[in-house]
């Protein structure tokens, strides 16, 4: 006898309102320009269009998916390895794929309370959930999406003197956290473990932190002041940032950026500048943005 059982999606799947586009009506307009949907005024570049008929007699082929001639010309032109950069149907695809790789049952991805409306969807399609982080004047507010962030852990290892950690990144899941990065000893090991047992609501710590001699730092020390001054040597190149005040630190190849900058997309343009610089291994973005007078 035949079984009558039929598949059925993941948990929480039927509960996701599809995505929505742009608004397609406006009064005394037969089809609109959706300029939320990023269709254009002006009309296709006349470039591209000239570029779509040169290829016309190719268009029937499967097109390259890793879209590696593109990610070339990318990294060509803005000096960044092909290698770190990824290229999407959209973004829409690219947060598919973010959310996917990164997220899923019992974390927790956060975004602005008037960002993309595919964030909560990517989220829960994951099977994450989702949190809208307040924003200040329809601004993202980096510093309380930062708060969200482990916040507890980090706050009790940076806070007690036995843990002499160059880098500790925390990862919360279900109450689980995972501690990795670099300690002097055996001794800060243990105790870094130990500080997060204490933490409210951990119920398990894997403690993968690596132990580095002080022997061994002089060489980390050298090749962080080699990524500090290339950091610094792009931003000067950045014609947005090369009036602000950023300041440039590194530690263990992870780059602290500190100062003032005007407005909040100059502190994102900073961030991305930095990650790209050959070496660095993740940014902290500590820079304030100037109050409105």
């Known amino acids: 006898m035949a079984s009558t059982q039929r598949p059925a999606p993941q948990p929480g799947i039927l509960d996701i309102a599809p995505y929505v586009g742009g608004e397609a009506k ?36 499967y097109p390259d998916g890793h879209s590696t001639a593109l990610r070339e010309a990318l990294g060509k032109r803005h000096g960044i ?39 909560p969807i990517a989220a829960r399609t994951a099977g994450a959930t989702p949190i809208a982080v307040p924003e200040k004047d329809l601004t993202f507010d980096v510093d309380a999406t930062l708060a ?42 243990q105790a870094a473990g130990d500080i997060t047992k204490m933490v409210d609501g951990v119920a398990t710590v894997k403690n993968d932190l690596e132990v580095v001699a002080p022997s061994k730092r002089e060489a980390v020390e050298e090749k962080d002041e080699a990524i500090t001054k290339r950091v610094q040597k792009k931003i000067a190149k950045e014609s947005h940032l090369k009036n602000a005040h950023i300041a440039v630190q590194t530690n263990a190849g992870v780059v602290s950026l500190t100062g003032e900058v005007p407005d909040i997309l100059t502190s ?10 050959p070496g660095v291994k993740s940014v902290k973005n500590d820079l304030t943005v100037k109050e409105k007078a």
């Open 268 to 277: 994102a343009h900073a961030s991305w500048t930095a990650w790209f610089v």
């Open 148 to 189: 969200r962030v482990t916040a507890k852990t980090k706050i009790a290892l940076a806070a007690d003197a036995r843990v002499k950690g160059r880098q500790i990144e925390v990862k919360t899941t279900k109450g689980v956290v995972m501690l990795r990065g670099k300690v002097d000893s055996d001794v800060a090991k």
């Open 26 to 61: 406006a009064p005394g307009f037969e089809r609109p320009i959706r300029l939320a949907s990023n269709e254009s005024a002006l009309g296709p570049s006349p470039k591209v269009i000239a570029a779509y008929h040169a290829h016309a007699d190719e268009i029937f082929r």
């Open 81 to 119: 390895d092909p290698a770190r950069i990824v290229c999407g149907g959209g973004s829409d695809d690219v947060i598919n794929l973010l959310t996917s790789a990164y997220a899923g049952p019992g974390d927790e991805v956060l975004y602005g309370r008037h960002g993309f409306s595919l964030y």
